[in-house]
């Protein structure tokens, strides 16, 4: 099950209607995250309903800069959206604060996106994906990123953000998973907290705000980490929205962006899977837009 984009916005109204403040990644042992500048939300501007009018303009998924005009997601995050379509980064730490703003005005979709580049709250750029992906369980090549090589404003020219480190060719197999597993784990993102029962069934409130959450190795496979999320061990995790958000691991002092949300279990309880950035496969897509170690 992926953290698909279209199940993010089916719960967009659970969200608005919750009383839960927003927030990002799971609420329990999860802190924001406002030092982590080089996060940012996913933003998109699209027709919703095909009459070739903007309707919806909202975050949907999560990422990282690596460089000052690459920002690194999943490419289910930047797939299958609808002719037209206008993608944006922003740095800011609380986008749904200001979206809620610019409704609570009565602005258009189209108003709204206009007023964050304008305001310096998001940058447009050009969304690139991985040609093999949806690929296979062995190697699904979820990996994309929104490119600002080609537009006149990126991202380090609104705001102050070190790019986030990513990880040397097999890094991460070099380690073994008992280094991995020794080491500090951290996912940040701008998604949703886990599932919450009520009268309706399951919602997950909150979103829109950079927070980040400590999690637990728990195996590695040839593309992919599994990330333990159990809160009684003092984890916290990723839900809807942070796909393509980051998954770094402390390593010798440094901090690394060691892979990428990509999914996990449905109530966002328990595991995250995340897509590895030292593949040899991620690491042929990034190439073209990122100096590699």
Request: net charge negative.
């Amino acid at each position: 099950m992926r953290k698909k984009i279209l199940t993010v916005l089916a719960i967009g109204a659970a969200m608005c209607a919750s009383t839960v403040p927003a927030a990002a990644i799971n609420s329990y042992n999860a802190t924001p995250a406002p030092e982590r500048t080089e996060v940012g939300a996913f933003m998109a501007l699209w027709d919703n309903t095909g009459d070739g009018v903007p309707d919806r303009f909202d975050w949907v998924c999560s990422g990282t800069m690596v460089d000052r005009d690459t920002y690194l997601t999943a490419a289910h995050c930047t797939d299958d959206w609808p002719a037209g379509t206008k993608f944006y980064v922003s740095l800011d730490q609380d986008v749904q604060t200001l979206l809620d703003n610019a409704a609570a005005q009565g602005l258009t979709p189209a108003q709204t996106a206009a007023s964050f580049v304008t305001n310096h709250h998001a940058v447009e750029g050009d969304t690139h994906q991985d040609p093999a992906y949806p690929g296979t369980s062995a190697d699904a090549h979820d990996i994309g990123v929104i490119d600002f090589a080609n537009r006149a404003t990126d991202p380090a020219d609104v705001w102050s953000f070190t790019p986030a480190t990513l990880p040397s060719a097999g890094q991460l197999d070099k380690l073994g998973s008992r280094a991995l597993d020794a080491a500090s784990w951290l996912v940040v993102g701008y998604g949703t907290q886990e599932a919450v029962n009520g009268p309706g069934g399951q919602t997950h409130p909150g979103g829109g705000v950079r927070m980040k959450a400590p999690v637990d190795f728990d195996a590695l496979n040839k593309t992919w980490v599994r990330l333990a999320m159990t809160a009684p061990q003092g984890n916290g995790g990723a839900c809807y929205g942070d796909s393509g958000g980051p998954n770094f691991v402390t390593l010798n002092g440094k901090r690394v962006l060691a892979a990428t949300t990509i999914t996990g279990d449905t109530p966002c309880y328990a595991t995250n899977v995340v897509y590895r950035t030292d593949t040899q496969s991620a690491r042929s897509f990034l190439a073209p837009y990122v100096k590699l170690p």
